[in-house]
């Protein structure tokens, strides 16, 4: 069975690689990590666990098709952090029926089906979560993602994440990088004056750095939905 | 020799499938089409072309080099329609660095030096442009791009135009697709509240349509910059 926190879509994806693509959203409920800046706490925080859903795949999977109406679309695994739980029985279910599937997770929990992904976002936790970053298991993730669309995201608070980021960029060459300035704000309307700042700095920055592999977005959800759940 | 309107960055990429790429714009002067709501008349209307320089290939080289401190950046070419100029010496040029190429063109005029890009993004103008869409020469621009990596990118200012998006959507369903808000406020200051309005409700009809592999973006560089040059 599967710790749920929210399915809802289709939507289009916020961030990283796949912006702007339509997708429907399972958030797992439930994550090994701790972030000081947690966007997701009501799917991290046990106190909300009164709100999470006991859920077979089949059942999750059925939510899926009902909101995209039986279409196949993007289904995006995001939580929490959805490699604490087994979806390979959803993965394989979906995929029977034509659905794709990409997974965001931080890389610090693998597993050997993440090779049924579409695309995987490893999205490492700089120093200003409060995370330690264990490489070897990161390692492990990127070993079992196999040959899967692997793209890279990094949010980022302050220069300490930023250098952070700069080493993991080259250990990692050969990974698609996106930065994203970290959401500081988490009430229900940020100011996205803030929020336009924060980007056009680390553009800024990046581009100072001569990165010119590396992608910087904001997450277009925010602009468009403030910090609305459920869109 | 070519006719060049600015040369300006890095910066990055704000709209279309290489949106946060960091990325140095050559914006060639000069352009076949005056769509009804152009947002770069400066580099179309001819009364402009006073502003406009004639440059040398290696002249053109030797700026974005110099912008972007002798390492290798992905080259937008851009307009105006870049199309309307030989600009394979250019590209022979910069590759032979290191250099990448993309392109962004509508379509109207091809040539066999498409192949040499690294990214083709052919955007056909809608009806609200009220410019004509020649079929046949879309397709020899597909042909001549050959192998390259294309995507389509179409602006959208109302139902007319998302309708005939979906018709090429149909005729062209292996290429991947962006719809892009119009953006109709070409003041210095534009309502960002009018261009989130405008993208949600262009979400809203992607979603409904079932249209789930085509990608919904604003242009990301007018939340950032406003409708400002040079950046």
């Not at 939507?11 to 000081?36: H, K, N, W, Y």
């Not at 997701?40 to 795949?57: P, Q, R």
């Not at 960029?169 to 704000?185: A, D, I």
């Amino acid at each position: 069975m599967l710790i749920i926190s929210e399915i809802f879509g289709p939507t289009i994806q916020g961030e990283g690689a796949l912006i702007g693509t339509p997708t429907v959203f399972v958030r797992t409920g439930g994550c090994d990590f701790r972030c000081s800046w947690c966007d997701t706490l009501h799917a991290v925080d046990k106190k909300y666990k009164d709100d999470w859903l006991t859920m077979s795949a089949q059942d999750v999977f059925e939510q899926v098709e009902q909101l995209s109406g039986g279409k196949p679309i993007l289904v995006t695994l995001s939580g929490g952090n959805p490699a604490t739980q087994d979806l390979s029985e959803l993965i394989k279910i979906g995929k029977a029926k034509g659905y794709r599937f990409a997974m965001e997770t931080q890389g610090s929990v693998s597993a050997p089906w993440f090779a049924m992904l579409d695309h995987l976002t490893l999205s490492p936790k700089p120093p200003s979560s409060k995370m330690r970053f264990d490489q070897v298991r990161f390692d492990t993730s990127l070993h079992n993602a196999n040959n899967t669309n692997i793209s890279l995201k990094i949010v980022i608070a302050d220069h300490t994440d930023l250098e952070w980021a700069g080493e993991l960029k080259s250990q990692y060459p050969k990974l698609p990088l996106y930065l994203q300035p970290c959401n500081l704000e988490l009430k229900n309307t940020p100011s996205l004056e803030k929020l336009t700042t924060q980007t056009l700095n680390l553009v800024d920055e990046v581009l100072k750095r001569g990165w010119f592999d590396t992608s910087v977005l904001p997450q277009l959800h925010v602009y468009l939905w403030g910090n609305e759940k459920g869109v």
